[in-house]
């Protein structure tokens, strides 16, 4: 990892790319990195962070001191409040009303924008159910009042401007800049896409790559995976992508020239990426010997059921955050059900979820599993064009990682 500043000016990209930090409109992480890209003549954004008005102060602020006029293009990693909530009033800036700049997100999740009311109410369910299913609360407990007026909840929603779908632009369907790639990476939410800029070498990669810690302190310097976040990803689904996208990242990684990953939050370029890759596959894997050796392996566990809330104490960094690390071991507890080492059940009134050991799980699991063959890298590129471009990337250099 190398501060921002520093990794620009080494790469002498300090005149075409800028990092803009604003505030996220979350407890943590506080600030989101927006990206602004100028180069041959035109200025493309990517991230918007929420539509709070102090926030799109605060970006309008930011255009305004890099002298932004306006901008040829939005894009948007995943549809999440920090991330792409105020697109539709950013997109719009130094344009007719009702003009906007191209909008360009994954068409899992665009209706955080078409329609965000609704959209955020269904979100509040998910929310809730599944907290549910890792053990911590009771869904029948909670009436449709308490899960709307939650403090939280009732806090974030209106962090999405409406925006008319005419706007978007769906770069799984090819919907691109030129010369901008999008790589399809879920797991830390069904829409994730990591960016990359063909002619800078440059990667934009959304909550699928975080740094933490700060320039002063070297000790506190760290990468840290997501939370694995609900809609479209029930039980195992998050996880089993998430674990695929580290696949996908290791191969394109290895394949193609990136000069430097430029993570959402924290103050870090990601200079040497499969470093990232080894350490998110070292993760899991430890992640998954608690789980083996620490958990599953003692002899009490027998037949008696258990939930995810249970494994908290066992598993590496779940103290830091109360929900995050708790979404990886509920999706790798379900996918070890899946393959039946696990019993799994749901109870129909509180909605928790409850694992019994069936046999021990082999302990290679996690490992072959990380090891997997992803198959063809799913990029797509303006006007879909194919596998020619795409060799005359120069590959990195040796070394690298």
């Known amino acids: 990892?190398?501060?921002?500043?520093?990794?620009?000016?080494?790469?002498?990209?300090?005149?075409?790319?800028?990092?803009?930090?604003?505030?996220?409109?979350?407890?943590?992480?506080?600030?989101?990195?927006l990206v602004l890209r100028r180069h041959g003549g035109r200025a493309y954004l990517f991230e918007a962070s929420a539509a709070r008005p102090d926030i799109v102060a605060e970006i309008e602020a930011q255009l305004d001191g890099h002298r932004v006029e306006r901008l040829d293009g939005v894009l948007v990693t995943h549809c999440h409040g920090d991330h792409g909530g105020s697109a539709g009033i950013i997109s719009a800036r130094g344009r007719p009303e009702g003009e906007r700049a191209p909008i360009y997100l994954h068409s899992a999740s665009y209706r955080f924008l078409t329609h965000p009311e609704p959209a955020f109410l269904n979100e509040t369910y998910e929310l809730f159910l599944t907290?549910?299913?890792?053990?911590?609360?009771?869904?029948?407990?909670?009436?449709?009042?308490?899960?709307?007026?939650?403090?939280?909840?009732?806090?974030?929603?209106?962090?999405?401007?409406?925006?008319?779908?005419?706007?978007?632009?769906?770069v799984d369907q090819a919907q691109l800049p030129d010369g901008i790639w999008a790589l399809s990476t879920p797991g830390h939410s069904n829409d994730c896409v990591l960016y990359y800029d063909e002619e800078l070498g440059i990667a934009i990669p959304g909550d699928?790559?975080?740094?933490?810690?700060?320039?002063?302190?070297?000790?506190?310097?760290?990468?840290?995976?997501?939370?694995?976040?609900?809609?479209?990803?029930?039980?195992?689904?998050?996880?089993?992508?998430?674990?695929?996208?580290?696949?996908v990242l290791r191969k394109f990684f290895e394949e193609y020239r990136v000069r430097a990953v430029l993570p959402p939050h924290g103050r870090f370029a990601v200079t040497r990426p499969l470093e990232w890759v080894r350490f998110a596959e070292g993760y899991f894997k430890g992640i998954y010997r608690a789980l083996r050796e620490d958990f599953l392996s003692d002899p009490a566990r027998a037949g008696e059921p258990f939930f995810a809330r249970d494994l908290n104490r066992f598993i590496p960094s779940a103290g830091a955050h109360p929900i995050?690390?708790?979404?990886?071991?509920?999706?790798?507890?379900?996918?070890?059900?899946?393959?039946?080492?696990?019993?799994?059940?749901?109870d129909p009134q509180t909605r928790q979820i409850s694992f019994t050991l069936e046999k021990l799980p082999p302990a290679d699991w996690a490992s072959r599993l990380l090891a997997q063959d992803p198959g063809p890298l799913p990029i797509t590129m303006h006007s879909q064009r194919s596998s020619a471009v795409a060799a005359s990337i120069p590959p990195p250099p040796a070394g690298q990682g």
């Open 1 to 33: 990892m190398v501060p921002f500043e520093r990794a620009l000016a080494d790469l002498g990209l300090e005149e075409s790319i800028h990092i803009l930090p604003v505030p996220s409109g979350y407890p943590s992480p506080k600030l989101v990195n």
């Open 131 to 170: 907290r549910a299913h890792w053990g911590l609360l009771s869904y029948s407990d909670m009436s449709t009042k308490e899960m709307v007026e939650h403090e939280l909840r009732k806090l974030y929603s209106g962090y999405f401007a409406r925006t008319p779908k005419s706007a978007l632009r769906f």
């Open 208 to 247: 699928t790559i975080i740094c933490t810690g700060t320039v002063e302190k070297p000790e506190t310097q760290a990468y840290v995976i997501p939370i694995f976040t609900v809609a479209g990803q029930s039980y195992s689904m998050a996880f089993e992508r998430y674990i695929h996208s580290i696949s």
């Open 324 to 346: 995050s690390t708790p979404s990886h071991s509920f999706g790798m507890l379900c996918a070890l059900a899946d393959e039946g080492y696990l019993g799994m059940s749901e």
